[in-house]
């Protein structure tokens, strides 16, 4: 009797398995549910797809999704993205948000975004409803050297002929911001950006910079300008300052040279002191050759010593006396 009871169990166990089996890979109440959703699919393909390591219920529930929808969407086309790795999900949701906004947006460009990485349902919902991006504080400087400092509001929606291979949020950003400085820049005076600030959104728009991206820019609002630094007279102070240091520079320069030259001056004026002393010393010499060869006597060596004599009185006589007397010195009667 146990024995025909655990035989009766290991039956049972045994056709509960092969049943769930049999509906794993034969999935008949996916099959019946996309039958009575008007969507044409065999349960031969089904089974393929589990051995293709395909989900049929995102095969059958995006086909029933699109079907109900009015989109002709084939089972390989679904298969193939699938299995390309591909998000067949956001792919249909975003060919009927496309559908519905009037958008033309073909299965193969919507699957050609998802592949290339980008949110293809996102890029649906901002040309539906536009993204306003704040560019981050821009500096510039105006013709007379004012600084300043603007952030704008950038409107931009999705350009989806150029979401694939396009630039991103930073290019835009970045050529927004090259926009601003150049009309700035090109502003003779900060004083006519603050009173016009539409001048800059303008010029800005008049360049097309949303070329090559994959956003269209719709406008450009300037939300804040503040007024910085005067760069213009920085800069002259800082070029005063650099011409003064090279004026002082070239004046040590002359001073040195100058004092190079009178040490100089000295040294030859020192030189020439020691040729005459040298010239001098050679007199007595001569004097006593003089005596001895009989060409000078004992009388015109007197009148020398007399002249010599002479000539001194009259040099200490034209020279002032500048000593003051003594206050300790005794009085003349």
Known sequence: MNEQVGILI?????AIFALWIIFYFIPVGLWFNALLSDVRISLLQLVVMRWRKVPPQVIVRNMITSHKAGLALSRNDLETHFLAGGRIDLVVRALISADKANIPLDFKTATAIDLAGRDVFE???????PKVINTPPVAAVAKDGIQLTATAKVTVRTNIKQLVGGAGEET???RVGEGIVTAIGSANSHKLVLENPDSISKVVLAKGLDSGTAYEILSIDIADVDVGKNIGAMLQIDQANADKNIAQAKAEERRAMAVALEQEMKAKAQEARAKVIEAEAEIPKALAEAFRN??????DYYKLENIKADTNMRQSIS????KKPSEDAPLQK
């Open 294 to 299: 009989g060409n000078f006597g004992v009388m």
């Open 319 to 322: 020279i002032p006396d500048t």
């Open 123 to 129: 890029a649906v919902q901002m040309s539906v409803n």
């Open 10 to 14: 290991a039956i049972g166990v045994g």
């Open 172 to 174: 835009v950003l970045a």
